[in-house]
């Protein structure tokens, strides 16, 4: 059983910086891919970057330059340093584990609220 527990959701002003963790545990396989997605209120869930355990990153166009995603292998945990964050950056984040074609999990989620 694997679980991953998000942590470093809050509330943040426009133009301030967040950090989220994610911690995964359990029996997982060495060769895999962490991630960050999010869910806004009447959207779908999209990807905001992505870590593979060789260290290639993939972000989303909306948030290139301003967040990035870090990942300690030995400790199963994913980093999302998140700063200049706006207004459309608030949503409920979801860390992700996934490896071969169909393993996938994902964490509970974590609410990001950007507001003045």
């Known amino acids: 059983q694997v679980q991953l527990v998000e942590t470093g959701g809050g509330f943040v002003q426009p133009g301030g910086s967040l950090r989220l963790s994610c911690a995964a545990s359990g029996n997982i396989f060495s060769r895999n891919a962490m991630g960050w997605y999010r869910q806004a209120p009447g959207k779908q869930r999209e990807l905001v970057a992505s870590?593979?355990?060789?260290?290639?990153?993939n972000y989303a166009d909306s948030v290139k330059g301003r967040f990035t995603i870090s990942r300690d292998s030995a400790k199963n945990t994913v980093y999302l340093q998140m700063n200049s964050l706006k207004p459309e950056d608030a949503a409920v984040y979801y860390c992700?584990?996934?490896?071969?074609?169909?393993?996938?999990?994902w964490g509970q989620g974590t609410q990001v609220t950007v507001s003045s």
């Open positions: 992700n584990l996934k490896w071969l074609v169909s393993t996938n999990y």
């Open positions: 870590i593979t355990s060789g260290g290639s990153t």
